[in-house]
Every structure is written in C-alpha cells, then in structure tokens.
T-cell receptor, first 114, second 111 residues
C-alpha cells in the first residue's frame, strides 16, 4: 500500500522568503507520480507541480520547485519568494499505477506573514 | 479547454435523508473520474473511481454509492445519510501526465 507522510502540520514564513514543505512517501511500485496541491480557504484543490519517478530533473513551475530525492523517498516542495496569497493548506499526493487515483498526505498549513 | 462542475456547492441535510451530488466534465471524452471526501482538517480520501460508463469501483465500505450514467457525468448518492457523511466532497478527472484536476467541491453538513 502507498503512504504519504507530511510531518509539518503548520509552517510560518516571512513574505519574500523561501519555504520548504516536507513530504516523504512509501510505495513498492517502480513507477509512480508525485503531486503537490494547494487548497486555499475556499476549498478548491489547485494543482501546483508534478514529478514522475523516472524524471531525471527536479520539476519546476514558476516559484514552485520539487526537491525529489528518490533514494530517501522524499519529494519536498520549495516555494521561493513567498507571497501573502500563498497562505493555504498544501497537500502532497502520490498516484498509484493501477487505479490512477491519488493517495494524499495530511497536509501542511502555510501562513505567510507580512 | 476542460472544465469540471459540481453541484450543489453547499448542502445541509438531516440524518436519514437521501443524497445526490453531481459532477460533470466538459471538453474531454471518456475521462477517468473520481470522488474524494475530505473531513475537516484532513487530507482527501478516495471513495469511488470510474474508467467508463457504468464502471464503478468502490474504495471504502460505506452507505454511499456512485453511478456514471453518461460519459462525462458522475453521481454520488446515498439512500440514508449518517452524521459521519458530513464533509467536503470533491470530484476529479485525469488529464495529461496523469494529473488530476478537481471540481469546486460540495460542502455537506448532516444534522
């Protein structure tokens, strides 16, 4: 069975600083996908970034980058130059090969302070 | 472009009443569709997924059921709601690179 662990229930960061949100995973599948989603207070789940298990380079999408360390089974999200609008819940998720469904972590609440 | 709709946005229902939540996708054909539930302050839990019309797979034993009467329509139902059915229900579909995109969700409160 797959498992996603996010050990930081809450994080604070100053505006314009970078922040790293931790995510570790466990799977026996040789092929998998890792995702990060943002959930603001409105509730919508917003896709941020994707990393495939065979991708050679770490994924980047604007101010978001994924620090993928396969041997350590970690897929940390790095947000550079934090903005007040980044305050939200952030979820790490893994896609399983069979169902193509996502297994989610418990989330990290990020608060950006001015 | 593809769009996913859910309704209603908010629902307050008494215990024992029936439930019907609807999800529709525009701009794509034969998508994989998913129902997730999120309890307050928690991550998402997969409830059902469907790879085609009439094909439903259940992940969690419960008093909920799902149906897919049309290619781009996914319905979540219950005959009798329980207090524990309260939560935020999200529908999703799979796009390129296996990325799942979510609808706006339905907040259900069972009293």
């Amino acid at each position: 069975a797959q498992k996603i662990t996010q050990t930081q229930p809450g994080m604070f960061v100053q505006e314009k600083e970078a922040v790293t949100l931790d995510c570790t995973y466990d799977t026996s599948d040789p092929s998998y996908g890792l995702f990060w989603y943002k959930q603001p207070s409105s509730g919508e789940m917003i896709f941020l970034i994707y990393q495939g298990s065979y991708d050679q380079q770490n994924a980047t999408e604007g101010r978001y980058s994924l620090n993928f360390q396969k041997a350590r089974k970690s897929a940390n999200l790095v947000i550079s130059a934090s903005q007040l609008g980044d305050s939200a819940m952030y979820f790490c998720a893994m896609r399983d090969t069979g169902r193509r469904a996502l297994t989610f972590g418990s989330g990290t609440r990020l608060q950006v302070q001015p | 472009s593809q769009t996913i709709h859910q309704w209603p946005a908010t629902l307050v229902q008494p215990v024992g009443s029936p439930l019907s939540l609807e999800c529709t996708v525009e701009g794509t054909s034969n998508p994989n569709l998913y129902w997730y539930r999120q309890a307050a302050g928690r991550g998402l839990q997969l409830l059902f997924y469907s790879v085609g019309i009439g094909q439903i797979s259940s992940e969690v034993p419960q008093n909920l059921s799902a149906s897919r009467p049309q290619d781009r329509q996914f319905i979540l139902s219950s005959k009798k709601l329980l207090l524990s059915d309260s939560g935020f229900y999200l529908c999703a579909w799979v796009a390129s690179r296996e990325t799942q995109y979510f609808g706006p969700g339905t907040r259900l409160l069972v009293l």
